[in-house]
């Protein structure tokens, strides 16, 4: 499937790969560094598929919205600037409507955006550029992923790491990359002020050597206001605790700040700032255990918020507007949405069992990026807080490749079909092209077939083709193996592995609000 990493001490990073939750490379193109015990979740299906069929990963994982505290492809983004658009990043490229959910189109991975992963966007859209990392380096795209490019500026032989897009100046990019191999590597903090096409200038930070930087974020209600979290290049270096990295003059400068004292060891991620609060942070430690830590000193001190249950892994943060916070987690078996109305001073479970991956809201409403596969939806909507949710957008909603410029049909043939193969996506998706080419891409383009889509009311057309595929997908998501250690990990990749062997079968429902036993330590 393409490059390969491995994150071993003494080992010379050889590409960007894909992370596991805990923000190691895995899956078909990387691996884990040594000393991990638990399973890439997402990863496993795409190591499985990726062999078979030369797709890597279907199922969705992360998303903070932030740096790479849960870093994955998988993300949802609901520009508050671009009321009509949203969009899903995947690990096997982009689906989107513009339309306000009428129609869904597919852009597959193609030229620079080949093993992209690690998308962002600006909160409120900006001009409505997708970035990315991908095989070649940091890359970007103006007309929703008919077109990408690779940002300049970085020196031959340097790998990008991690971007974030200044939430107040959506032309203010930071972005780490590094140089060297093994714990012998430097990565270092650039900036741009063109909105990433380019990082030009010397570094605002470096590490030296033996450490890493794992993430960076800057402040909406303080742009001066630079973090970044640090860590041995192997989690147990001499029991060196992660560092947090802040700047208050926009990288002139930066304090170190230990964290030790709530995380002896594993690594740190930045899951959030605070929009209102430059000095409150949120971050996840990943040990020993999973935690949600808080600080309201700017990083001075921290305090635990939350602790995952044994055997899950935090998965993704938001912080809503009226400051109701939520957080997720998963073990091999389900996940858990937590919710917080006293600024993290508790946690509460909600029912909802979902594998969720991103979090956002919009509206007043409150969205989830979900499984997909395996869960009832991949894209959901709440409207009373999280208690309940309802199903968005399936991968049967997909009603063809995006319309651009360029025909890209021919480009995304083989991994239409492998989706197809799947069971993923219906067969007149590789053959239909769906809505009209963006201005920026100056095509005329046609509209393809829609397909139902469950959102809360809306009347859609959908082909008679599109209808009986629909109804298949809703039967195939209803059943589930049994019996295989594959199966208990990842009830979806054992769909996809094994159709046809033994089944049995759980009706799935389009809400989702189940109550459950769990327990918040």
Known sequence: MGDSLDDRPGSAPQGHGHRDWRGRRVGPRARTR?????????????VLVGAAGGICGLLPSRSARADGAFPAPFRLFLPANLPDDTTV???????????GGRTWAWTCEHGASDLGSLYQQAADGGSGRILGLARNGLIFTDDDGCTWSTAGGFSSGELVDDSFIDPANPSHVVAIA???????AVFELFASTNGGTSFLGAPLFATEPGFRLDGVELARSNPDRI???????????????????????????FNTLDASAVTPGGTLGIAAVDPENPDRIYLRS?????????????????????????????????????????AAAFDSTAGTLFRSTDSGASFQPLPATLHIGSIAERGGALYVLANGLDDPFLVGISRDNGDTFQGLLDYASVGGVKTCAADLRNACATSCLNLNNADVFAPLVCSTLVGTASASTGGSGATGDRITSSCGGCAIAASPAARAYAASRARVRGDRLEGSALASVLGAAALLMARGRGHRGSARRKAVGKPRDTHVK
């Open 286 to 326: 990943s040990g020993v255990d999973e935690r949600l830590l808080i600080s309201n000193d700017a990083g001075r001190t921290l305090a635990v918020a939350l602790t995952a249950d044994s055997g899950q892994q935090l998965s993704a943060f938001f912080r809503r507007a009226d400051g109701t916070l939520f």
């Open 178 to 184: 590094h140089h060297g191999s093994g714990a012998s």
């Open 227 to 253: 973090y970044a979290t640090m860590s041995p290049w192997t989690a147990t270096s001499n029991g060196t605790p992660p560092r947090i990295l802040r700047s208050d003059d926009g990288g002139k400068t």
């Open 34 to 46: 040594v000393g991990s015990a638990r399973p890439a979740w997402p990863w496993l299906l795409g």
């Open 89 to 99: 990043t995947t690990n096997f490229g982009l689906i989107s409507s513009r339309d």
